[in-house]
């Protein structure tokens, strides 16, 4: 079990670079705007998502200039924003992204996108990145599938985005 859901987050892995990389690249270089001018970076998680929160702020490269978003109020227009969250229809990401819009704060959503004619995250979010962890990888001896990696592959996208960030950063030196 444990050499096939290895296979399976590899392929997992792959499919976020093959199909991803211009959208992390995209997203390294919006939250690369505030860092390199007067702005912060803030970062959300929700549910199993907070785990990037905690890499991003105590890890052992953790990304600089970035504060966990707390509170809307102190946001500037050249702050920006990365959102963590298991599905794109995440009712309560969807709410903090639409007021991100309506105070004109650019953002990075990251989730895994379900088809649905509702709102979703890729509708509001400058940068989408598609996590494409919809359901468990594998199936157990009775049947049902298990191993859901959102945490896993949130931070397998935020370790690339901060290797681009780092780079683009590295420049402005």
């Known amino acids: 079990m444990q050499k096939m859901f290895t296979t399976q987050l590899s392929g997992l892995f792959n499919r976020i670079m ?17 860092s390199a001018g007067e702005g912060d970076i803030y970062i959300k998680g ?4 907070k785990g990037v929160v905690i890499e991003a702020i105590n890890g052992q490269e953790a990304l ?7 509170d809307l109020t ?5 702050d920006r924003v990365i959102l ?5 229809d995440d009712h309560e990401a969807i709410e903090l992204a639409e007021q991100l819009r ?7 959503a990251v989730s895994g996108v379900k088809k649905s004619d509702d709102k979703q ?14 359901k468990p990888l594998i199936p157990n001896e009775d049947g049902e ?9 949130g931070l397998y996208i935020y370790t690339s985005v901060k290797f681009i960030l780092d780079e683009i950063l590295s420049e402005y030196e």
């Open 64 to 70: 600089q200039n970035v504060q966990v978003l707390k």
């Open 46 to 49: 929700f549910g199993e998502m």
């Open 145 to 153: 599938r298990v191993g859901f990696p959102a945490l896993i592959a």
């Open 102 to 108: 309506e105070k004109g704060i650019s953002f990075v």
């Open 121 to 134: 995250l890729p509708d509001l979010a400058d940068v989408h990145i598609n996590t494409y962890v919809l």
């Open 18 to 34: 093959d199909k991803e990389a211009y959208s992390i690249e995209d997203g390294a270089r919006l939250l690369a705007q505030a």
């Open 84 to 88: 963590f969250t298991r599905f794109s």
């Open 74 to 78: 102190v946001l500037k227009p050249i």
